[in-house]
């Protein structure tokens, strides 16, 4: 049965279970014009727990003013995760994710048209993951908008991702992000690998952990991105770099400001293999 123009507001929700996929709330199947208000939500179970899941042509649904709790004790836990889900709004939420897995605050599998604005992110502080996300975004028309990120965790922090060869004509605009991780390095601030006519502007970015800090990476399968007005630093022993550069072209870093420090060597405010693709 489709669901349209519903409101699920003001509601305690907990789930658990031995096995995976619990989730706090799930819409799916050509559901519209819903709202998802001021919910507390706990999920915990195996593995890919989500607080809220908007699955399958969901579109117009408002995610928002939620507190979101989600644990796994073997895998993945995510906050918020849209899956083939366009034209939503994510909004005034708090998260939490931890768990065994990667953790990850905020979702988006091939899900466009989405506003993602000032959330509250939380992954990984008291988890044992290997991998922890603010946010992961395989969405275009994203607008990432005044949100504060914090990951952390035992493996890998990375604040934003994007991966997917559909993330194009995205936004990331005035977030605080921030990144660490209890043992080892490779912690990013944002991490782009493959995207295309993408606007990063106005962000405040830490990273900091014993080495190998980024703040923002830049893939080989980037085209006409803008980076902007970004303040980025990074901190650790050695190989603290703010801003690294694999390959990207007809792009522009501009008026940003960066710091990259160590106690050790091979820190870099800029580290280029194809500086020349920029203007």
């Keep these: 049965t489709n669901v349209y123009n519903s409101t699920v507001i003001d ?40 607080g809220v899941k908007l699955e399958s042509t969901t579109e117009n649904t408002t995610v928002s003013g939620n507190v979101i709790n989600v644990t796994a004790t073997s895998g993945a836990s995510r906050g918020i995760h849209l899956s083939s889900a366009n ?13 065994t897995g990667s953790n990850v605050g905020i979702l988006l599998t091939t899900s466009h048209d989405t506003l993602v604005w000032n959330n509250t992110i939380s992954t990984g502080m ?17 607008r990432i908008l005044a949100n504060s990120i914090t990951t952390n965790g035992q493996g890998t922090s990375t604040g934003i991702v994007m991966t997917s060869a559909i993330t194009n004509n995205n936004s990331i605009v005035n977030n605080s992000i921030s ?29 900091s952990t014993a080495n190998n800090n980024i703040g923002l990476s830049i893939g080989s399968s980037v085209e006409r991105l803008l980076v902007r007005n970004n303040s980025i630093s990074t901190q650790g022993t050695t190989d603290n770099d703010a801003i690294v550069i694999s390959g990207a072209t007809n792009s522009t870093i501009e008026s940003n400001v960066l710091r990259a420090n160590g106690s050790g060597a091979g820190n870099k405010g800029i580290e280029s293999s194809s500086l020349s693709a920029f203007n």
Aim: with cysteine.
């Design 179 to 207: 990144t660490a991780s209890v043992a080892g390095g490779g912690n990013f601030g944002i991490d782009l690998s493959s995207c295309a006519d993408t606007n990063i502007t106005g962000n405040v970015i830490r990273t």
């Design 126 to 142: 008291h988890s044992s993951g290997s991998a922890n996300y603010g946010m992961s975004i395989g969405g275009s028309r994203t």
């Design 87 to 99: 034209k939503n709004v994510v909004r005034h939420n708090s998260m939490s994710t931890n768990g």
């Design 11 to 50: 509601n305690t929700i907990s789930t658990n279970g031995s096995s995976s996929l619990n989730h706090g709330v799930y819409v799916l199947l050509d559901c519209s014009g819903n709202s998802i208000t001021a919910n507390n939500i706990r999920t915990d179970g195996f593995s890919a727990n989500d």
